[in-house]
């Protein structure tokens, strides 16, 4: 009896008995919602024979391949989904809506080149689907970046090194960019160059070669605030903190208004916060913004990462020397100096770049 049937031969034989009074009267039933029945029972080649049906009696009716397109998509039947849009565009070349989707099928599928010449030939038809036509312009780029690149093997003079690299790592081409980088390097030992190379390896997991990288921009441009701002932040992501420090304030002594310097002071001070690290004492020269040759040995004078415990403690507990007065009488020097050491400017740098407040304030200002 029916009762007695299990559940899946019960409806493997409706779904036949569908597909047979479907073939009778086409009409008694649904092709696209049929053929898609048929692909969740794994039975691919008797859905192709359904949407084929359909077309026989309504060649024209083109929208029944896409219907079942569609709906095979959205449960994740992307090989069947393939297939009926690979019919579609056979039948409809020009079709924008068919050739859009089967882009992106095949993107899904990994298909990446046939994706691609697919996505031509719908943007061509007047497609204005946005992943498509970024699909062929991020194509459009790949090729361009190519051909610069084999110019630049071939004549390492017709293209700069430092904008070549920069394009390829936007595109994940690390690889391709180190490469650059270390040609562009065999010509000339450009700063510029040694922070992209910087950023490549960083991007590459090689962390010491990027801090190289930045330590040796910074002794061709000593007062360059965004090669120290690359490696402060670096410092500070492998837990140098003295150094990072000690880096960021040298920066500010050289350019104390920049915000960017300022800012990462604060995250500075916050994380050696956390950590338990004291800062050194402020420096109480005057500030200059001038270029000297004390500059460039103080921002990559080797530091220790690992101090001893027993140093941090004895920094911590260790009273603050007053601030020694200018020869000249500056007010303003000594006002400067005493509100480094109360702790002036990394609240007004939280302050204005939204950074949480250092916790008790009112201990820390008393303490200073």
Same mark, same amino acid.
């Given at each position: ?7 899946? *031969? ?44 359909? +077309? ?10 896409? !219907? ?13 989904? /393939? ?20 882009? /992106? ?6 298909? /990446? ?10 943007? $061509?038809? !007047? ?7 970024? %699909? ?46 270390? +040609?562009?390097? =065999? ?39 965004? *090669? ?7 410092? %500070?992501? #492998?837990?140098?903190? %003295? ?6 304030? &040298?920066?500010?002594?050289? #350019?104390?208004?920049? !915000?960017? +310097?300022?800012? %990462?002071? !604060? /995250? ?6 956390? &950590? =338990?690290?004291?800062?050194?004492? $402020? ?34 507990? $260790?009273?603050? &020397? ?43 200002? $008393?303490?200073?």
């Amino acid at each position: 009896t029916a009762r007695d049937t299990p559940r899946d *031969a019960r409806d493997a034989h409706a779904l036949d008995l569908r597909v047979l009074r479907y073939r009778n009267r086409p009409g008694t039933d649904e092709p696209a919602l049929l053929a898609l029945e048929l692909v969740s029972a794994g039975r691919t080649h008797d859905a192709l024979d359904v949407v084929d049906d359909a +077309l026989l009696h309504d060649p024209d009716d083109l929208d029944v391949l896409l !219907g079942c397109a569609l709906a095979a998509v959205r449960t994740e039947r992307l090989a069947f989904a /393939q297939l009926v849009l690979t019919r579609a565009a056979q039948r409809a070349p020009e079709w924008t809506e068919a050739l859009t989707l089967l882009a /992106q099928v095949l993107t899904l599928r990994g298909c /990446q080149e046939r994706a691609i010449e697919v996505a031509r030939r719908a943007v $061509a038809s !007047g497609a204005t689907d946005g992943a498509v036509r970024a %699909l062929v312009r991020v194509e459009d780029w790949r090729l361009a970046l190519d051909t610069r690149l084999a110019a630049l093997r071939a004549d390492p003079l017709r293209e700069e090194p430092a904008l070549l690299a920069h394009a390829l790592l936007a595109v994940d081409r690390a690889k391709d960019a180190l490469a650059v980088i270390e +040609l562009g390097l =065999g010509l000339e030992d450009d700063a510029d160059l040694r922070r992209i190379e910087a950023r490549t390896r960083a991007r590459l997991g090689d962390h010491a070669g990027a801090r190289r990288a930045l330590e040796r921009a910074l002794e061709l441009a000593p007062l360059w605030w965004e *090669a120290t701002l690359d490696l402060t932040v670096l410092m %500070l992501d #492998q837990g140098a903190l %003295l150094d990072a420090h000690a880096l960021v304030e &040298a920066g500010l002594r050289a #350019q104390p208004d920049e !915000g960017s +310097l300022l800012a %990462l002071l !604060g /995250q500075v001070l916050d994380a050696m916060e956390e &950590a =338990g690290v004291a800062p050194p004492a $402020a420096t109480t020269g005057p500030v200059s913004t001038a270029s000297d040759d004390a500059t460039a040995p103080f921002l990559l004078e080797p530091r220790a990462q690992n101090a001893s415990p027993f140093l941090l403690v004895a920094r911590e507990e $260790a009273p603050a &020397a007053a601030p020694p007065a200018r020869r000249d009488g500056s007010g303003a020097h000594r006002i400067l100096v005493e509100r480094r050491r109360s702790g002036w400017l990394p609240r007004i740098t939280r302050s204005l770049v939204g950074s949480r407040a250092r916790k008790n304030a009112d201990a820390a200002v $008393a303490r200073a």
